[in-house]
């Protein structure tokens, strides 16, 4: 198989598997995220820039690792904006409550639930565990 370039252009089936999120969750998630523009091509092939894919995967750390809802992704989008979610994709648990109330002087609800350190252990368990029967699935076994 051929490497890409870090520059090039991805299809939806590349960024599905380096992302490890269904097909499915990327398109819905471009329905609720007006800032994830893959270029469609012809037949509606989608084709996803570098930005898209860093911004995916802040996204992606947002809601699975530090338990933001899609709402709450969308808040702090509009808050703090893409730039420094793209600088930040490693390292998004930054966003905390402290830090996005900086912007603001009232106690708005940003709607982040926030998840013990047990809860989340067992979350993460469950959720490697499935992508495991995933892989399985997709392999045949």
């Keep these: 198989m051929n490497i890409k370039s870090p520059e090039a252009f991805r299809t939806i089936s590349e960024v599905s598997k380096d ?26 092939r989608r084709y996803y820039r570098p930005e898209d894919i860093r911004l995916l995967r802040g996204i992606k750390s947002l809601l699975y690792n530090d338990g933001y809802t899609i709402r709450g992704v969308q808040k702090v989008i509009k808050e703090v904006g893409t730039k420094k979610i793209l600088r930040n994709e490693i390292e998004n648990n930054s966003f905390t409550d402290n830090e996005i109330n900086t912007n603001h002087d009232n106690n708005n609800d940003i709607s982040h639930h926030h ?26 076994e």
């Design 19 to 44: 992302l490890s999120l269904p097909q499915h969750v990327l398109r819905f998630w471009e329905t609720k995220f007006i800032q994830i523009k893959p270029i469609k091509r012809g037949g509606g």
């Design 115 to 140: 998840l013990g350190d047990g809860k989340r252990k067992k979350l993460m368990k469950v959720l490697n565990d499935l992508v495991d029967l995933r892989k399985k699935i997709d392999q045949g």
